[in-house]
């Protein structure tokens, strides 16, 4: 019988690193840093040493891996005051109106290893990548934008998160997506979850590298014409989209 293959990925080692993660992961809901601990378990590793080759296979990602650029902490008073309706003032107006900490990944160390930089960027950009994709910065829209990271980066504690929301709702759902329209409880299904990684996967395929863009170049650009550079179309409805959002709608309206 030809199970080797599955006897290989369901040995006990594996599946104590797995339960290792699951327990870590666990606390996602209630505290960033879960997200932070799960992909730092990641450094070092074979996934995340395939996510570096990754990116580095891009000429242009491994130029700005090979500089280790940081760029300038995101100060939402001087981007407030960007023209209206940029990728900065847009970025301003839905992280203030939603109180959110744009300093709320791990700061970057003096010193830095490839896969060290490749962890840190991600988290710098990833609220960026938000307001690119329109995908909502709650759990509507959550995994639409890290499968967008990993379709691009192939970053393993993205793609952990992914892999664990699936099972999850494989064993805890209790309605079809067709059986509701209420968004909170769509989002519990897995027809829901898969629908939006997928949507975020096909958007990370379809984009130009993100990783490599030195987005504070960006910030006084509209917003639209960013998209249109880098081939990305948002997600514009639905409860997945931050543009939904009746507070974001009105404070992008002035």
Not at 165 to 191: H, V
């Amino acid at each position: 019988m030809s199970f080797n293959y599955i006897n290989e990925i369901t040995s006990p080692e594996n599946l104590a690193k797995f339960a290792d993660l699951v327990k870590i992961a666990g606390g996602a809901g209630q505290d960033v840093s879960s997200a932070f601990k799960v992909s730092d378990r990641f450094l070092g590793t074979k996934p995340m040493e395939l996510c570096v080759r990754a990116v580095m296979s891009e000429s242009d990602s491994a130029e700005i891996v090979k500089e280790k650029y940081i760029g300038s902490e995101y100060n939402l008073e001087a981007m407030l005051a960007m023209p209206k309706h940029s990728l900065g003032w847009t970025y301003a107006k839905v992280m203030s109106t939603l109180g959110y900490d744009p300093q709320f990944y791990p700061p970057a160390k003096p010193e830095m290893n490839d896969e060290e930089y490749v962890h840190f960027r991600v988290f710098k950009t990833h609220d960026i990548h938000h307001i690119l994709t329109g995908f909502s910065l709650d759990n509507f829209g959550e995994l639409g934008v890290i499968s967008l990271t990993v379709a691009q980066s192939r970053f393993p504690g993205f793609l952990f998160i992914d892999l664990l929301s699936l099972l999850i709702s494989f064993f805890a759902s209790d309605k079809l997506i067709s059986e509701t329209s209420l968004p909170e409880d769509q989002i519990k299904t897995l027809g829901y979850k898969f629908k939006l990684i997928s949507q975020g996967l096909d958007m990370g395929e379809s984009a130009k590298p993100l990783f490599p863009i030195k987005w504070e170049e960006y910030f006084e650009h509209p917003l639209d014409e960013v998209r249109k550079e880098i081939n990305l179309i948002p997600v514009t409805t639905g409860a997945y989209s931050w543009y939904s959002n009746p507070k974001l709608q009105e404070a992008i309206a002035e």
